[in-house]
T-cell receptor, first 115, second 113 residues
Framework: EPEVTQTPSHQVTQMGQEVILRCVPI?????FYWYRQILGQKVEFLVS????????KSEIFDDQFSVERPDGSNFTLKIRSTKLEDSAMYFC?????????????FGDGTRLSIL | AQSVTQPDIHITVSEGASLELRCNYS??????LFWYVQSPGQGLQLLLK??????LVQGIKGFEAEFKRSQSSFNLRKPSVHWSDAAEYFC???????????FGRGTSLIVHP
């Protein structure tokens, strides 16, 4: 079964540095998402992306964050000037269509640790 | 806006026992409901979903869930739990014009041998 793959599995970064989290969505999917899960808390939506632009974003997704699809397969989340509170598990997801009843397929996540 | 409540943070059951994980939602119309499972170190895997029709939904790994509109609930059940079911379980609701599901806080399932 096709999978969403994320790299790296664990990223350790100094506070203030920039970090790029990478995702390869399922190949025939058109909608891409990033979620965040701070340790012990619920999964929170960050942003959705379709047709090379942001479709929807949450209040968490401020100017510190950006997303990009640099080629036909990768989908990246960039976090500029990282803060301690950015430490979390970041999940990428994709879906074939962007409808409420279309389940999203999740990657295994990247654990981001800010020191 | 929709919301999801999973009232149990932890549930402990013995292997072979039955399981019910609670989920309550808040939304004015019929929502789209999902249960996801997250095994340690892994991403979220969809167990089952409800959109319309039969209120008893069958999923993977022997799980089922029942949509009860009168109680605004979508509880997840399994008749006999296996040790490999130990994981975090998330209920989620999608509603209205947004395709972004809202997740509950999750319930951690612990299985005793």
């Amino acid at each position: 079964e096709p999978e969403v793959t994320q790299t790296p599995s664990h990223q350790v970064t100094q506070m203030g540095q920039e970090v790029i989290l990478r995702c390869v969505p399922i190949s025939n999917h058109l909608y891409f998402y990033w979620y965040r899960q701070i340790l012990g808390q619920k999964v929170e939506f960050l942003v959705s992306f379709y047709n090379n632009e942001i479709s929807e974003k949450s209040e968490i997704f401020d100017d510190q964050f950006s997303v990009e699809r640099p080629d036909g397969s990768n989908f990246t989340l960039k976090i500029r000037s990282t803060k301690l509170e950015d430490s979390a598990m970041y999940f990428c997801a994709s879906s074939e269509r962007g409808t409420p009843y279309q389940p999203q397929h999740f990657g295994d996540g990247t654990r981001l640790s800010i020191l | 806006a929709q919301s999801v409540t999973q009232p149990d943070i932890h549930i402990t059951v013995s292997e072979g026992a039955s399981l019910e994980l609670r989920c309550n939602y808040s939304y004015g119309a019929t929502p789209y409901l999902f249960w996801y499972v997250q095994s340690p170190g892994q991403g979220l895997q969809l167990l089952l979903k409800y959109f319309s029709g039969d209120t008893l939904v069958q999923g993977i790994k022997g799980f089922e869930a029942e949509f009860k509109r009168s109680q605004s609930s979508f509880n997840l059940r399994k008749p006999s739990v296996h040790w490999s079911d130990a994981a975090e379980y998330f209920c989620a609701v999608g509603a209205g014009g947004s395709y972004i599901p809202t997740f509950g806080r999750g319930t951690s399932l612990i299985v005793h041998p």
